[in-house]
């Protein structure tokens, strides 16, 4: 028997016209798949239901990554930490689509915002009333596959698990983890796997003989001063150095050599026995450069809205990685998006106007500073700390236990169970929030 979506696909694929969709949504990762059930659950709510295959997600990818290519790379430090294994963060992306949202497995090759349309890289012609941009920024380094070289990174599938080999591996030596200068994804997670690292070596009686140094492109710790603060201070405490606006420019593998740029130009070489390297991210090609980017290469849109900034284009919208919103790129941050972008755009098809829904930056992110510990960062627009269990539970620059089962257990059963079903509204959790 064909399914509900197939039958929609069918009912498409038969014409001979351009197909057109209600609402057309650009990536199938957290975002899109988030946004594309809150848009249709909206209209239900209203008591105007949307048809099957009015919604429909263009991606070509098999699998969808959790907290890897999509979002913030929580988990994959829980790889790299040797807590869970990479195969529970990997599911085909296909399985993941409700019968009343269609999958066209094809990828975006151009925009033509004027005419509502896009082209897939099969030539196909898609046109919309209205477009979600989610897709996730890129990351632009590839990593050596060499098993001795004791290069690594959560920051890929393919190799988060090396970090957990070459972190166990290491007796004695320098380790040193990098972060890049400019926008990536989790900002938190850099530090996230080193202060692992320092707590298994530490655990295991090996600190002594194991040099720890944090190579940061940022001049800070963190960009929310009060974080960066507490965490500086957890570093000094734990005799890891650090050397600011050095940014990691090259690496000779066999010699175990890494060059470092420094903010006056110069450049540094370390040393390291292991390298946990932070690849520098930026916009997708896809994006650059088309009518609906802004200079740097991000979807331009209003931060409060989520509404593309030009007129002319104002039945697109965006959210998560690929968006200009001057916020990190997390999934936390998605969970605030979304029932805004869902408000303002069921409005907009509803009136042709936005509602009164606006974000106003919020994020989070969980920093685990060790087995059994967790800084629960949260924040806004102009990095100011916005803290959910501040009233309740103390500062929450303060390590707790119960932040860390968040990170580690709650906010992935969340993920797989809530958040992608479009049903978990960040610090409101599974109520959706009201907006007057």
């Given at each position: ?272 026995t292991l390298l946990h390297v932070t690849p520098p991210m930026g916009p997708l090609d896809f994006i650059k450069g088309t009518s609906i ?103 929450q620059t303060k390590r707790k236990r119960l932040f860390y089962h968040f990170g580690k257990d709650l906010f992935p059963w969340a993920y ?21």
């Amino acid at each position: 028997m064909r399914t509900r979506q197939s039958l929609a696909l069918a009912r498409y694929a038969s014409t001979n016209t351009m197909e057109k969709f209600r609402v057309l949504v650009i990536g199938g990762g957290s975002g899109g798949l988030t946004v594309a059930n809150q848009i249709y659950n909206r209209f239900k709510a209203a008591g105007r239901p949307l048809n099957p295959g009015d919604v429909v997600v263009l991606d070509a990818a098999n699998y969808h990554y959790y907290q890897v290519s999509r979002t913030n790379n929580s988990l994959m430090t829980l790889v790299g930490a040797g807590l869970r294994p990479k195969t529970d963060f990997k599911r085909p992306l296909a399985s993941l689509f409700p019968p009343h949202i269609m999958h066209i497995a094809e990828n975006v090759k151009s925009f033509y915002p004027e005419t509502s349309s896009v082209t897939t890289t099969s030539g196909r012609t898609i046109s919309y009333d209205s477009l979600v941009v989610a897709a996730a920024s890129l990351a632009c380094r590839r990593l050596s596959p060499d098993p001795s070289s004791g290069v690594s990174s959560i920051y890929s599938y393919d190799t988060c698990d090396k970090v957990w080999h070459d972190v166990d591996a290491l007796r004695s030596g320098n380790a040193i983890f990098t972060q890049p200068a400019g926008i990536i994804k989790c900002p938190g997670a850099p530090q996230k796997i080193m202060w692992m690292a320092w707590d298994n070596y530490h655990k295991s009686g090996r600190g002594n003989n194991i040099n720890i140094e944090f190579m940061n492109g940022m001049p800070t710790m963190f960009s929310v001063k009060k974080y960066s603060d507490a965490l500086n201070a957890l570093r000094i405490e734990r005799g890891i150095g650090a050397e600011f606006q050095h940014n990691l420019v090259s690496i000779d593998a066999a010699n175990k050599k890494a060059t470092f740029k420094k903010a006056d130009g110069s450049t540094v070489d370390r040393d390291f026995t292991l390298l946990h390297v932070t690849p520098p991210m930026g916009p997708l090609d896809f994006i650059k450069g088309t009518s609906i980017a802004d200079p740097t290469g991000w979807v331009e849109v209003d931060q409060a809205t989520l509404r593309h900034v030009k007129p002319e284009f104002g039945n697109i919208f965006a959210l998560g990685d690929c968006s200009s919103l001057p916020t990190s790129k997390t999934a936390a941050a998605i969970t605030s998006q979304a029932p805004v972008l869902t408000e303002n755009l069921f409005s907009v098809m509803d009136t042709g106007k936005v509602s009164s829904a606006k974000y106003d930056g919020y994020t989070s992110c969980p920093l685990f500073t060790g087995y059994g510990e967790l800084m629960l960062a949260e924040f806004k627009y102009g990095f100011e700390p916005k803290e959910s269990f501040a009233n309740y539970l103390g500062d929450q620059t303060k390590r707790k236990r119960l932040f860390y089962h968040f990170g580690k257990d709650l906010f992935p059963w969340a993920y797989w169970n809530r958040m992608l079903h479009g049903k978990w509204f960040g610090p409101s959790g599974p109520f959706r929030p009201k907006f007057v």
